[in-house]
């Protein structure tokens, strides 16, 4: 077996740490991408003590037990103590949740387990992955915001700090900051809404957008809304949507593991090609708000997201 790997945080640098962690172990590898929440400031982020929290439980239970055959309940259920407990250790305002992509090598099966929008791609062509409504909801709506604010009298660099504020902190936000207008407010508002009514009514859709990703969490795992989504967090996971599948070993040539840093899905199975796509990505659509739109654009201190990837050959 070949392993090779990259993990590369937002800050241009390379020197602040992002909210990805990889996991790489005898019968195990994994991608973990924890949730940005707004927190700054020294010490860990609540994405980083999630993301890390959930490797080291994958990591813990693949030293002693085969892991194609446990429970995926079990598994989840010890990540979401780990996090519970790494939270009140922190002791964070902002709750603390990551997505997953793993993979546990077996003899004769490789199992594969994602939750959210870290995905995994087997011999080059097929992907397991979890996209999510409530990221289409806050990117449509993030995409306006900044085509709003970009007015040549502003750098790019102001306009996507504003942008990213907004959507974090949601329309009302910005109405009140004077960067918008109700009527800026109302507008946005109706076009996110009239574009996903087959999936979310109106009035929950708004005020999903009035409140902003600051109040994501408060659809995490919840199956009784309709922009619910599965999450590793402090609460018990929603299984809706999770991915729980194994393959014989022997079909088995490849497996790339990444997370949604990466805009785009090379046609090559290399570390490599993963970074030419995403340095076409950032030439393309710098801003993600065209060919790749995504709920952040780069700047030129930042790339738009963390980004992580493993290539695993099997042979």
């Not at 939270?87 to 305002?93: A, D, K, P, W």
């Not at 791609?121 to 409504?133: A, F, M, P, T």
């Not at 974090?168 to 900051?177: A, H, N, P, S, T």
Request: proline residues 3%.
């Amino acid at each position: 077996m070949q392993i090779s790997s990259l993990t590369f945080p937002k800050d241009r640098t390379g020197r602040q740490a992002g909210d990805d962690s990889l996991l790489i172990l005898p019968g195990i590898c994994g991608v973990f991408d924890g949730a940005s929440s707004g927190a700054t400031g020294p010490g860990m982020s609540p994405g980083q003590a999630a993301s890390r929290a959930a490797a080291s439980v994958l990591g813990e239970f693949a030293a002693t037990r085969t892991m194609t055959d446990i429970p995926a309940g079990e598994i989840f259920s010890a990540v979401r103590e780990r996090i519970s407990q790494t939270e009140r250790l922190l002791g964070n305002t902002f709750r603390a949740s990551t997505t997953m992509a793993a993979a546990f090598f077996g003899v004769d099966k490789i199992r594969l387990l994602v939750v959210g929008d870290s995905g995994i791609r087997i011999n080059g062509d097929q992907v397991y992955r979890r996209l999510k409504h409530i990221d289409d909801l806050s990117t449509t709506a993030r995409i306006e915001v900044f085509n709003m604010l970009n007015h040549k009298e502003r750098s790019t660099d102001e306009v996507e700090a504003q942008t990213r504020r907004i959507s974090f902190q949601g329309l009302d936000y910005g109405v009140r900051e004077g960067l918008l207008t109700e009527d800026d407010a109302i507008q946005i508002c109706s076009l996110v809404t009239n574009r996903y009514t087959e999936i979310v009514a109106p009035q929950q859709a708004e005020a999903f957008l009035r409140t902003g990703i600051r109040c994501q969490y408060m659809y995490a795992n919840r199956s009784d809304h309709p922009l619910g989504y599965s999450s590793l967090n402090c609460d018990p996971i929603l299984m809706d949507d999770v991915i729980d599948v194994s393959k014989p070993a022997e079909d088995i040539e490849t497996l790339e593991f990444f997370t949604d840093g990466y805009f785009d899905i090379p046609g090559e199975v290399s570390v490599s090609a993963w970074e030419k796509a995403f340095d076409a990505c950032e030439t393309v659509d710098f801003h993600k708000t065209k060919s790749f739109p995504s709920i952040k654009g780069s700047t030129s201190r930042e790339f738009a997201d963390d980004r992580s990837v493993i290539v695993v050959r099997n042979s």
